[in-house]
């Protein structure tokens, strides 16, 4: 995972939302990765090829958020938080469905009282 300087994870992001992502960017200052080969972490292959990556991430300490950062501005590639884009997607979808069933479970706690 590249450290990224502030133009570039503004990719997605709307301008409303500049301080949130700098905030989100703290971390990097910490990451394990800093001052690696950034193609570590774009592997051509989605799970073989990451395993040096997740290695690095594995060892360190603001992986999760990392992780987060990542979940948050959508990253389409890379090995991020130790979670390759196809992992990131998953969570995403489990993040969604948790979130569906909290609802539901508001919703039908409202409807008895």
Known sequence: MPIITAPTPLR??????????GSLLDWQRHAACKG???AIFYPSEDDEAAFEAKSVCAACAVSGDCLEYAITVREK?????GQTAAE????????RRAAARA???Q???AATN
Do not use: C, F
């Open 12 to 21: 997605g992001v709307a301008a409303p939302h500049v301080d949130l992502v």
């Open 36 to 38: 690696l080969e950034a």
């Open 77 to 81: 590639e890379g090995v991020w938080g």
């Open 88 to 95: 990131r997607v998953r969570i995403i979808r489990r993040r």
């Open 103 to 105: 609802r539901s479970a």
């Open 107 to 109: 919703a039908a706690a």
